[in-house]
T-cell receptor, first 113, second 110 residues
Framework: NAGVTQTPKFQVLKTGQSMTLQCAQDMNHEYMSWYRQDPGMGLRLIHYSVGAGITDQGEVPNGYNVSRSTTEDFPLRLLSAAPSQTSVYFC??????FGYGYTFGSGTRLTVV | GQQVMQIPQYQHVQEGEDFTTYCNSS?????IQWYKQRPGGHPVFLIQLVKSGEVKKQKRLTFQFGEAKKNSSLHITATQTTDVGTYFC??????????FGKGTLLTVNP
């Protein structure tokens, strides 16, 4: 059981570039989510999904897109990277969004220059 | 998203001292979860509390859920250097957007 796998672990982008952060889980979890973590700001929810084909915005969705075509995968797309998107990104999954603990991936450290 | 407030933001202790972090919500929660994140690592789920007044223990860690289900605490007895990290709470309810607290960073002086 790999749990939640995030790739890449590190990435440097230039302003305006686009990229996709990958997240895959092998636990058959229905709920998946993306968080960004910045110093002093805690974990802020970007987007989440309660199942294949269903996504919704979180607290800080601007500049990010998601889709969920399979139960296993939940990629996060940065459309046009900005320095304000420099952060550590975590993907998390759960059996359902309610009443079950989240399993986090090991994170992607993104720097936008 | 609905916020849970967590205090203190930082706590530095001498090894062997006790430590407590508190989580407060303005609304009634269905449950509360606690996570630990080691420096440079990712959050790891510790426990979930569901019942009013519930108390659970994991070795030196004691978790409590308030009677009104609006607050919770995590208490560590006799801290060790392995306890270093950031402890987060997360409120649970019928809203998928319920947020994590901002965390309490615990440092331990050996």
């Amino acid at each position: 059981n790999a749990g939640v796998t995030q790739t890449p672990k590190f990435q440097v982008l230039k302003t305006g570039q686009s990229m996709t952060l990958q997240c895959a889980q092998d636990m058959n979890h229905e709920y998946m989510s993306w968080y960004r973590q910045d110093p002093g700001m805690g974990l802020r929810l970007i987007h989440y999904s309660v199942g294949a084909g269903i996504t919704d915005q979180g607290e800080v969705p601007n500049g990010y897109n998601v889709s969920r075509s399979t139960t296993e995968d939940f990629p996060l797309r940065l459309l046009s990277a900005a320095p304000s998107q420099t952060s550590v990104y975590f993907c998390a999954s759960s059996y359902s969004g309610f009443g079950y603990g989240y399993t986090f991936g090991s994170g992607t450290r993104l720097t936008v220059v | 998203g609905q916020q849970v407030m967590q205090i203190p933001q930082y706590q530095h202790v001498q090894e062997g001292e006790d430590f407590t972090t508190y989580c407060n919500s303005s609304t009634t929660l269905s449950n509360i979860q606690w996570y630990k994140q080691r420096p440079g690592g990712h959050p790891v789920f510790l426990i979930q509390l569901v019942k009013s007044g519930e108390v659970k223990k994991q070795k030196r860690l004691t978790f409590q859920f308030g009677e009104a289900k609006k607050n919770s605490s995590l208490h560590i007895t006799a801290t060790q250097t392995t306890d270093v990290g950031t402890y987060f709470c997360k409120g649970g309810g019928s809203n998928y957007k319920l947020t994590f607290g901002k965390g309490t960073l615990l440092t331990v002086n050996p």
